[in-house]
């Protein structure tokens, strides 16, 4: 099969070929729970691009070279002995992990946290090929409304989208407010589950205006461009209190402190962007009672929950295609912000 290949390690994202295209063995079955899956759809995350710099590189085992591509869709190509309940040709999209569901944390449905995993793309060969080998579990079946290739960047940047909003809306009451920071690829996600889930306010914010405007669309009630005075204008609209959640989609350089200051006292403040650094004085954390929450990907159940958002027509993509052979491009024009929404490759 033809595949985009990761061979080293770039720190500054400098060269035109950060992956090869190439051809490499076809997935085969192991296992009686084993599925080889056809790709009809492989989500182009920034995650990629932080794996290509080596950001991963101690928080995984995996050894280059390797297959990048951790938000996968298509048809199921070939089944284990054991899989009773997907049949070749079935449409499916991939949950990230691929888990035995023998351990504690997977049987309470916490698939993230199992004791053992494997996650394609991040320390196995992932879905920047045309076929994919995962689990049983991981498959979820998808209705006729969606096709693979559409939905494919669900799978991580939909599901931690999901998960960090469905947190935020479990508490968020109408009239107050939820922040937004960064709505590309994963907060207009976001901002569009927000408004599916809960009644608050949503103010996003974004250096880019396209990506504001496409917020809009998606149901946001308030733009800032962030220009210097994003804080300021977010205190302003709240009534000068902040807002009861922040979700911050961008987790670095000042996107943290600006984070916090738009928080209201006993507010909630979401990571869910991450390269940057969480500082505090534990007296803040004290005197303010606001409380800072990590979001890794969602579970299997949310990923089904947002599948039915979609499949609604409450939550939509954008997205930008490109061919499996063109991997580079779509990579370099994430990297240097050509693309508002999500690119997808699709193999030829």
Same mark, same amino acid.
């Given at each position: 099969?033809?595949?985009?290949?990761?061979?080293?390690?770039?720190?500054?994202?400098?060269?035109?070929?950060?992956?090869?295209?190439?051809?490499?063995?076809?997935?085969?079955?192991?296992?009686?729970?084993?599925?080889?899956?056809?790709?009809?759809?492989?989500?182009?995350?920034?995650?990629?691009?932080?794996?290509?710099?080596?950001?991963?590189?101690?928080?995984?085992?995996?050894?280059?070279?390797?297959?990048?591509?951790?938000?996968?869709?298509?048809?199921?190509?070939?089944?284990?002995?054991? $899989?009773?309940?997907?049949?070749?040709?079935?449409?499916?999209?991939?949950?990230?992990?691929?888990?035995?569901?023998?351990?504690?944390?997977?049987?309470?449905?916490?698939?993230?946290?199992?004791?053992?995993?494997?996650?394609?793309?991040?320390?196995?060969?992932?879905?920047?090929?045309?076929?994919?080998?995962?689990?049983?579990?991981?498959?979820?079946?998808?209705?006729?409304?969606?096709?693979?290739?559409?939905?494919?960047?669900?799978?991580?940047?939909?599901?931690?989208?999901?998960?960090?909003?469905?947190?935020?809306?479990?508490?968020?009451?109408?009239?107050?407010?939820?922040?937004?920071?960064?709505?590309?690829?994963?907060?207009?996600?976001?901002?569009?589950?927000?408004?599916?889930?809960?009644?608050?306010?949503?103010?996003?914010?974004?250096?880019?205006?396209?990506?504001?405007?496409?917020?809009?669309?998606?149901?946001?009630?308030?733009?800032?461009?962030?220009?210097?005075?994003?804080?300021?204008?977010?205190?302003?609209?709240?009534?000068?209190?902040?807002?009861?959640?922040?979700?911050?989609? $961008?987790?670095?350089?000042?996107?943290?402190?600006?984070?916090?200051?738009?928080?209201?006292?006993?507010?909630?403040?979401?990571? $869910?962007?991450?390269?940057?650094?969480?500082?505090?004085?534990?007296?803040?954390?004290?005197?303010?009672?606001?409380?800072?929450?990590?979001?890794?990907?969602?579970?299997?159940?949310?990923?089904?929950?947002?599948?039915?958002?979609?499949?609604?027509?409450?939550?939509?993509?954008?997205?930008?295609?490109?061919?499996?052979?063109?991997?580079?491009?779509?990579?370099?024009?994430?990297?240097?912000?050509?693309?508002?929404?999500?690119?997808?490759?699709?193999?030829?």
């Amino acid at each position: 099969m033809r595949a985009a290949v990761l061979h080293e390690y770039d720190e500054k994202l400098s060269k035109s070929e950060l992956v090869i295209y190439q051809d490499v063995p076809d997935p085969e079955i192991e296992g009686p729970m084993d599925v080889i899956v056809r790709i009809g759809g492989a989500g182009v995350c920034r995650t990629d691009l932080h794996v290509i710099e080596g950001i991963w590189r101690q928080n995984s085992d995996v050894q280059l070279p390797y297959i990048l591509g951790h938000e996968n869709a298509g048809w199921v190509e070939e089944v284990g002995a054991g $899989v009773t309940t997907f049949k070749p040709g079935d449409p499916v999209i991939c949950h990230p992990l691929v888990t035995s569901g023998h351990c504690l944390a997977c049987r309470r449905g916490n698939d993230m946290h199992a004791e053992e995993s494997a996650f394609p793309g991040i320390n196995a060969d992932g879905g920047y090929a045309q076929y994919l080998k995962t689990g049983v579990r991981s498959l979820i079946s998808l209705p006729q409304s969606l096709a693979p290739k559409d939905v494919a960047p669900y799978t991580d940047a939909g599901l931690t989208a999901y998960r960090a909003s469905k947190k935020a809306a479990q508490h968020l009451l109408p009239g107050q407010y939820v922040v937004v920071i960064g709505v590309g690829g994963l907060g207009h996600i976001g901002v569009q589950v927000l408004r599916a889930l809960c009644a608050a306010k949503i103010i996003a914010v974004d250096v880019s205006q396209e990506s504001l405007e496409l917020a809009g669309k998606c149901g946001a009630d308030e733009l800032v461009l962030a220009a210097g005075d994003q804080v300021e204008k977010v205190l302003a609209l709240t009534g000068g209190w902040g807002a009861e959640a922040v979700i911050d989609y $961008v987790g670095e350089g000042s996107a943290i402190k600006e984070g916090l200051e738009m928080t209201r006292n006993d507010g909630a403040y979401y990571i $869910v962007g991450y390269g940057g650094k969480l500082e505090i004085p534990t007296i803040d954390m004290i005197t303010s009672e606001k409380r800072i929450i990590g979001n890794l990907v969602g579970t299997y159940p949310e990923l089904v929950e947002l599948m039915a958002l979609a499949d609604q027509g409450k939550v939509e993509l954008a997205t930008a295609e490109y061919r499996l052979s063109d991997a580079n491009r779509a990579l370099l024009d994430l990297h240097h912000g050509k693309i508002h929404g999500r690119a997808v490759l699709v193999p030829e």
